[in-house]
């Protein structure tokens, strides 16, 4: 690799449309967990004729308590890797404007030095070729 082509302001577009669909995922997730057991809760048992409150025990119940133990590392997994990697990667984009900076700033630097100009007949190489 040659060098860095990063557009700032292009990251934080891409930034902004992600954390907006990690938003939505977030609510998805908090959805799912909230609903999850009110489901199981409402499919009810395989006995009929109970009268009682409504248990999470039957089969419906038992197939989306055997879906959440599955996923939910799955699940867990993604949301925190997806906030990490949005981080990453504001922390890399700034961490590149900082050093366009310092660049900027040792180069103006630079061309702000006095010249010092050789001596007359000084060609800058020392004798015996060196």
Same mark, same amino acid.
């Given at each position: ?25 977030s ?15 409402? $499919?009810?048992?395989? &006995?009929?004729?109970?009268?009682? *409150? +409504?248990?999470?025990?039957g089969?419906?119940?038992? /197939?989306? @308590? !055997? ?39 040792? $180069?103006?630097?630079? &061309?702000?030095?006095?010249?010092? *100009? +050789? ?7 020392? /004798?015996? @070729? !060196?």
């Open positions: 690799m040659t060098g860095w082509d990063v557009s700032p302001s292009g990251v934080q577009g891409a930034l902004k449309k992600a954390a907006v669909s990690a938003g939505e995922l609510t998805a997730g908090t959805n799912l967990s909230d609903t999850l057991p009110r489901t199981a809760t409402a $499919a009810g048992t395989v &006995a009929s004729g109970y009268t009682g *409150p +409504a248990l999470a025990t089969p419906v119940a038992a /197939a989306l @308590g !055997e879906f959440m133990r599955h996923w939910q590392k799955d699940l867990q997994y993604v949301v925190e890797r997806t906030g990490k990697s949005l981080t990453g990667a504001a922390e890399a984009t700034n961490e590149y404007v900082k050093g366009d900076l310092r660049m900027a700033a040792q $180069a103006q630097h630079a &061309a702000l030095a006095e010249p010092v *100009p +050789a001596p007359p007949g000084f060609s800058g190489r020392r /004798a015996g @070729g !060196e």
